[in-house]
């Protein structure tokens, strides 16, 4: 057990179930699959954000502030998670989106407008050259107005949002006890790298030191390996007195293991191919599980194949980590006819 927790909301349904997929597992050699169902967490607050937002609404509750400002894509998981634990609260939430305004809104998109955010587009290129700026007019702008403004970044990935999958760690621990048996792998799809940080963490200080493999949906290994390292130290600076770690930073991140695979994203982020959209039917089709193409589709195709012949071929158990991203599907509609 870990020794200290931070103030947290209790919005998650928990603990998610987790059990075998066996069909599936014996359709190709490799070793047993079991799924670990956050996509079961809530339903319109399905997935792993709402982990990560236990915490990081409750420090910005704990701050007093009464409006949050976050950023994703036009179909982020975390942005409908964040309007919708906003609603929820009676906080006000303005999102930035990066993608232009769709003529129809569909997915997360629909769900961000029924929960009532404010949201403001910004095309591609100055997303990218200006975010920084533009954050910081936002954040102001609340301030004259006289209210108190909380920036949650993207995914909700840094120190505080770390702690959703520090404790879905322990949670996972237990499951597999009761289930009689230790993994050889966790296996999640990383994005924001907040949900890989946190369970790399986590099994390094729970000690049972399960390697996390991270299945990258954009950019690459080295990248995921500086942003986990990144969140890690932004914990490490706010809790390791509280969680008595005696150990210094640089010591505490050469001993972890970060591991990500990043050749199953094909085009680029959110973009598909049709490998990956046969998966999706075919573990819709035999295990009842929905994956989603932008996420878990990619992290559980690229588990698939490295099952078969790759990194997890000889081990004995490995759990997935259903992340949700459900209404992610929807957009793609076109691709499954
Ligand atoms: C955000 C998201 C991820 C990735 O999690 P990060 O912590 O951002 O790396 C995985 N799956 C789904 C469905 C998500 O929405």
Not at 101 to 123: C, H, V
Request: charged share 20%; glycine share 12%.
């Amino acid at each position: 057990m870990l020794p200290f927790s931070p103030p947290r909301l209790n919005i998650a349904q928990l603990p998610t179930p987790l059990r075998p997929l066996d069909r599936l597992s014996a359709l190709y050699s490799g070793p047993r699959i079991w799924i670990k169902q956050d996509d079961l967490t809530g339903s319109a607050l399905t997935g792993n954000k709402v982990r990560k937002l236990e915490f990081v609404v409750a420090d910005a509750l704990a701050e007093q502030c009464d409006t949050l400002v976050t950023c994703g894509g036009v179909q982020s998981n975390h942005c409908r998670a964040t309007v919708l634990t906003g609603a929820r609260f009676g906080l006000k939430v303005h999102l930035l989106l990066r993608g232009n305004k769709p003529n129809q809104s569909d997915g997360n998109l629909l769900l961000d407008e029924l929960g009532g955010a404010e949201i403001t587009f910004y095309d591609d290129d100055e997303y990218v050259r200006d975010f920084p700026a533009i954050a910081e007019h936002w954040l102001s702008h609340y301030k004259a107005q006289g209210k108190k403004p909380y920036f949650i970044p993207t995914g909700a990935s840094n120190g505080v949002g770390l702690w959703g999958y520090l404790s879905a760690a322990e949670e996972l621990k237990r499951d597999c006890e009761q289930a009689g048996f230790r993994p050889d792998a966790i296996v999640v799809a990383t994005g924001s790298a907040g949900t890989q940080g946190g369970l790399t963490l986590g099994e390094y200080l729970l000690g049972s030191n399960v390697p996390v493999y991270g299945m990258a949906v954009c950019d690459s290994s080295a990248y995921f390996k500086g942003k986990v390292e990144e969140d890690i130290s932004d914990w490490y600076r706010r809790w390791s007195g509280p969680v008595g770690l005696n150990k210094s930073l640089p010591a505490l991140l050469g001993e972890l293991n970060i591991l990500t695979l990043d050749n199953y994203i094909g085009p680029g982020y959110a973009q598909g191919y049709p490998a990956l959209y046969r998966c999706i039917k075919e573990v819709a089709s035999r295990e009842g599980v929905v994956l989603d193409p932008v996420y878990t589709g990619k992290a559980f195709y690229g588990m698939l194949e490295e099952r078969q012949n790759g990194v997890f071929s000889r081990m004995d158990n490995i759990v997935f980590v259903h992340t949700g991203g459900v209404y992610g599907l929807f957009p793609q509609r076109a691709e499954f006819t």
